[in-house]
């Protein structure tokens, strides 16, 4: 696993510095090198295993034959010739398939597959969502030895770009930027009222800002907040909706948002920095959401600060601080004042954090602290880089399967005329669309899949393409909260010891503004030009934090439900009246 997991580093970090080399060859061996994490590191039953090594070997030696062959393919486009290259192709879907069952379940799978023989016997269709046929040979070899499909950009998003960022998260976190993160947010929150609930809100949203997984954010910032807030007499439902509320949070927080990101830029080709300036203020409105809706609940239960003798001294913070801040200002310094890719500036982001590896906060040198430490981040990347490519590769057979066949077309056609042409009603399946997807598949594939068919739609009524691909991202994140299935509620109820209902209904209050920043940023579009209009950006942003304040102290403050109503209403009406809503 070691090994496996150093080979996978490097690899991605070698690409970064060697400069070009053909995406037939980089992206398939990116794919090769995630399989052994997904097939034979899983652990399982001995059927699972036996049937893992089997996959793995197949689909490696048919990634690493793409690989080798790119010259000869490259003159194909896209055409199989040949029983080898047909059953080259059929490996390479069936383990892209069962790869991304392994890593997350079945719906995605489920819905590549749909798409799969949609693409294969959807001219048999009546009407016209039926499609003139592609050729067996021309449709399986355009996703799978083209550079469409699983080997398209948004897979070159994944080599490229979210593995490098990945591998800079796990460096800090195998270090002692996590307890850093913890420091500050204790120093700057632990002694105000609901402390330990505002230390959870902040440690959250700098955790989240590399980790971009709201899964991971619940189970490493959570480990350290649920404990305090129920020791401090939180009621166990409140402080589970905190952590997930918080922690959702960490995907819409720049700088990596959960790989979206870096999605986006290939879908939109807006620049990366563009990206991150359009997403701070509406992630810094939703947590100022929650600090109001924790105010309310402080206000209500007396929640008490985090005791002095527990909070961390100011030396304690300054030296830990510095574990995330000197690398974060190495990255920052790279993309926005020398200029460089923001792969480019991870990468350095990198170096300087493996070399913090070798400090610790107490001052000490402990060679197996700094072994264990290396080993812990290449092992984390690895195991993260791997579920992420499953995701993107699986989601790309969906993408793939849309343009050849000319399917996310016609249902961007179903949306204008199932919404009459109005910009609303078209949001309104959009966001549904999302919020059911969400609940299926993780964040990043709802967002791929749902931009890439609702996306156009919303773009034809007049909407800027980063406006529509923001507000897709966004309600594709609302599921981590929201019932039936909202994966951040039922990790942190489950670490709380509390009913997962009674802590999804708490957050969903607590996390008001996912549900209405998204509308927000539609009818105030100012708030997401901060780069080009930033008075104005921040004009937008005060008038929706004043709206938001209302909503989220309305819903959480009052007990009658007429004061609720009250106060909710106004703070819809100064959000959106003027907003080009109402």
């Not at 489920?110 to 449709?139: D, M, R, W």
């Not at 998260?169 to 850093?180: D, H, I, K, T």
């Not at 990366?272 to 409105?285: G, H």
């Not at 901060?530 to 209302?550: H, M, N």
Request: glycine share 10%; charged share 5%.
């Amino acid at each position: 696993m070691l090994v496996s997991a150093i080979v996978l580093v490097v690899f991605h970090l070698g690409l970064i510095f060697s400069g070009l080399v053909p995406n037939l060859v980089s992206r398939p061996v990116h794919l090769a090198l995630a399989l052994p994490w997904i097939f034979l590191f899983a652990g399982g039953p001995v059927v699972q295993r036996i049937t893992g090594a089997l996959f793995c070997a197949a689909g490696v030696a048919a990634c690493f034959w793409v690989a080798l062959n790119q010259s000869m393919l490259s003159d194909q486009y896209g055409f199989l010739e040949g029983d080898l290259q047909l059953v080259i192709a059929i490996v390479l879907l069936i383990t892209v398939l069962e790869g991304a069952r392994r890593a997350i379940g079945w719906p995605l799978p489920i819905v590549a597959a749909l798409a799969l023989a949609y693409g294969l016997f959807g001219q048999h269709i009546p009407g016209e969502f039926g499609h003139s046929g592609t050729p067996t040979a021309s449709f399986l070899g355009t996703l799978t030895i083209a550079e469409g499909g699983i080997w398209g950009s948004l897979t070159g998003v994944s080599v490229n770009v979210v593995a490098i960022f990945v591998i800079f998260g796990a460096v800090l976190n195998a270090g002692e930027a996590g307890q850093g993160f913890m420091n500050v947010a204790a120093a700057a929150a632990g002694r105000l009222k609901g402390g330990a609930a505002k230390v959870s809100v902040l440690s959250s949203a700098l955790f989240g800002s590399i980790s971009g997984s709201a899964s991971a954010n619940v189970a490493s910032t959570g480990a350290i907040t649920l404990p305090a807030m129920t020791k401090l007499g939180y009621p166990k439902r409140l402080a589970g909706a905190v952590e997930a509320v918080a922690s959702s949070g960490g995907q819409i927080m720049p700088p990596l948002m959960g790989a979206g990101a870096f999605v986006m830029v290939e879908l939109t080709r807006v620049p990366y920095t563009q990206i991150m300036a359009a997403a701070l203020l509406p992630a810094v409105l939703y947590f100022f959401a929650v600090w109001v809706g924790i105010n309310a609940y402080a206000r209500r239960f007396d929640l008490a600060a985090i005791d002095q003798g527990d909070q961390p001294s100011l030396k304690q913070v300054l030296i830990t601080s510095a574990f995330f801040m000197v690398p974060f200002l190495v990255l920052l310094h790279g993309m926005f004042v020398v200029r460089y890719t923001p792969q480019y500036a991870a990468c350095l982001a990198i170096l300087a954090g493996f070399v913090l590896l070798f400090f610790n906060a107490s001052g000490t040198f402990d060679a197996g602290q700094i072994l264990r430490r290396m080993e812990s981040a290449v092992l984390t990347a690895a195991r993260q880089v791997s579920v992420i490519a499953a995701i993107i590769v699986c989601a790309s057979i969906i993408i793939g399967v849309l343009a050849i066949t000319g399917l996310g077309v016609k249902i961007t056609s179903l949306i204008l005329s199932g919404s009459g042409g109005y910009l609303w009603p078209s949001l309104f399946l959009t966001a549904l669309a999302c919020l059911f997807l969400g609940m299926e598949v993780p964040t990043t594939a709802a967002y791929v899949i749902c931009v890439s068919v609702a996306g156009p739609a919303l773009i034809q009524q007049g909407l800027e393409p980063l406006q529509a691909h923001l507000f897709v991202f966004w309600f594709a994140l609302i599921s981590t909260i929201t019932p039936p299935v909202c994966g951040a509620v039922f990790i942190a109820a489950g670490m709380v010891g509390e009913n997962w209902l009674k802590v999804a209904m708490t957050a969903m209050a607590l996390g008001v503004g996912l549900y209405v920043i998204p509308l927000a940023m539609i009818a105030n579009p100012a708030v997401i030009e901060l780069a080009a209009t930033p008075f104005a950006a921040v004009i937008a942003a005060a008038k929706i934090g004043v709206g938001l304040a209302l909503v989220s102290f309305g819903l959480i403050g009052f007990k009658m439900p007429w004061q609720k109503l009250l106060a909710t209403l106004a703070g819809l009406v100064v959000i959106f009246v003027g907003g080009g809503l109402l």
